[in-house]
Nanobody, 127 residues
Framework: DVQLQASGGGLVQPGGSLRLACAAS????????IGWLRQVPGKERKGVTC????????YYSDSVKGRFAISIDNAKNTVYLQMNNLRPEDTAVYYC????????????????????WGQGTLVTVSS
């Protein structure tokens, strides 16, 4: 099967950290933009961070700059999202997706077309 599998969500206190993983099966990340988008129920889905495999270009939304970091492990065919200094407003369902031949910034900011899309993983930041 060709799919993306997101994992790593959970409950964390404000100021805490979590690491999400997005594992690909059935394809590799060659020439893909891969990213994390999040959605709060009742609100619009938004791109959080994306990375381009071809040139390593990274995009971060203003709300997570300096706190979140995206990385690719091509040996494991997995993209990671390290989230530090988490805030209650980071609470959302986090999805990972991939789109071929697209820049990281365009993929994250437009959120229109996805070649592959994973199921969400819930992150709850609460004391």
């Amino acid at each position: 099967d060709v799919q993306l599998q997101a994992s790593g969500g959970g409950l964390v206190q404000p100021g805490g950290s979590l690491r999400l993983a997005c594992a690909a099966s059935g394809f590799t990340f060659d020439n893909y933009a891969i990213g994390w988008l999040r959605q709060v129920p009742g609100k619009e889905r938004k791109g959080v961070t994306c990375i381009s495999d071809s040139d390593g270009d990274e995009y971060y939304s203003d709300s997570v700059k300096g706190r979140f970091a995206i990385s690719i492990d091509n040996a494991k065919n997995t993209v990671y999202l390290q989230m530090n200094n988490l805030r209650p407003e980071d609470t959302a369902v986090y999805y990972c997706g991939a789109r071929k031949f697209q820049s990281a910034s365009y993929y994250c900011s437009t959120d229109r077309f996805h070649d592959y899309w994973g199921q969400g993983t819930l992150v709850t930041v609460s004391s």
